[in-house]
């Protein structure tokens, strides 16, 4: 059973262009988790999507940010003309329903460097 | 969703019992214990969790206060695989903030030979 897969691992971007980090959940999973690792810090929520709906975006800057689940194909976490600041680690999880106890699953992570 | 408190670094040996506390004296009825750990460079992994109840699964054991206002997770027999940061999370069940977990600042467990 695969786990949440992430990808690219490694994204080098210059400033201004665009950063796209795609995540597949875990198979029988429908909800998908963004995080946010910034050097030396911890792990920040970022957004919770189910197909289609986005179900809590408090954790997302307010501009260049935006994240999609398409009812077929990966989670996209997308952001735009991105700056310095953008460099970080970035974390998709997920978990088969919101109803229960259910665990989160991380991937691996996306690291995003701009240069 | 509760605070919980860590320490900031523990040690220990090969093949000895780790046993990493975790304070939460805020946590309320609904609000369960999660346990991940993030070794370096990759993604945190899901340890154990639980409500009021001691658990146990083939990683870790999960020891809650009968108060549960504190608990601690044991790795019964630590291999240098697990040095890792363990971040004890309390979280509650369902509702819509149900995937927004607070990573504090975690334990950064050493295991030596």
């Known amino acids: 059973n695969a786990g949440v897969m992430q990808n690219p691992r490694h994204l080098v971007r210059r400033r201004g262009q665009e950063a796209r980090l795609r995540c597949s959940p875990m198979?029988?999973?429908?909800?998908v988790y963004w995080y946010r690792q910034l050097p030396e810090e911890g792990l920040k929520f970022m957004v919770y999507?189910?197909?289609?709906?986005?179900?809590?975006e408090s954790g997302m800057p307010k501009e260049r940010f935006s994240a999609e689940f398409p009812k077929e194909g990966p989670s996209i976490l997308r952001i735009q003309q991105v700056v310095r600041g953008d460099s970080a680690a970035y974390f998709c999880?997920?978990?088969?329903?919101?109803?229960?106890?259910?665990?989160?699953?991380f991937g691996n992570g996306t690291r995003l460097t701009v240069t | 969703d509760a605070k919980t408190t860590q320490p900031t670094s523990m040690d220990c040996a090969e093949g000895r019992a780790a046993n990493l506390p975790c304070n939460h004296s805020?946590?309320?009825?609904?609000?369960?214990v999660y346990w991940y750990r993030q070794i370096h460079s990759q993604g945190p992994q899901y340890i154990i969790h639980?409500?009021?109840n001691n658990e146990t699964n083939e990683m870790a054991s999960l020891i809650i206060t009968e108060d549960r206002k504190s608990s601690t997770l044991i790795l019964p027999h630590a291999t240098l695989r697990d040095t890792a940061v363990y971040y004890c999370?309390?979280?509650?069940?369902?509702?819509?903030?149900?995937?927004?977990?607070?990573f504090g600042q975690g334990t950064i467990l050493t295991v030596h030979p």
């Open positions: 198979k029988g999973h429908s909800h």
């Open positions: 999880a997920s978990s088969p329903d919101r109803v229960t106890n259910s665990p989160l699953h």
């Open positions: 805020t946590i309320s009825g609904n609000e369960y």
């Open positions: 999370i309390v979280r509650v069940a369902g509702g819509t903030s149900y995937g927004k977990l607070t």
């Open positions: 999507l189910q197909k289609e709906n986005i179900i809590d």
């Open positions: 639980g409500l009021k």
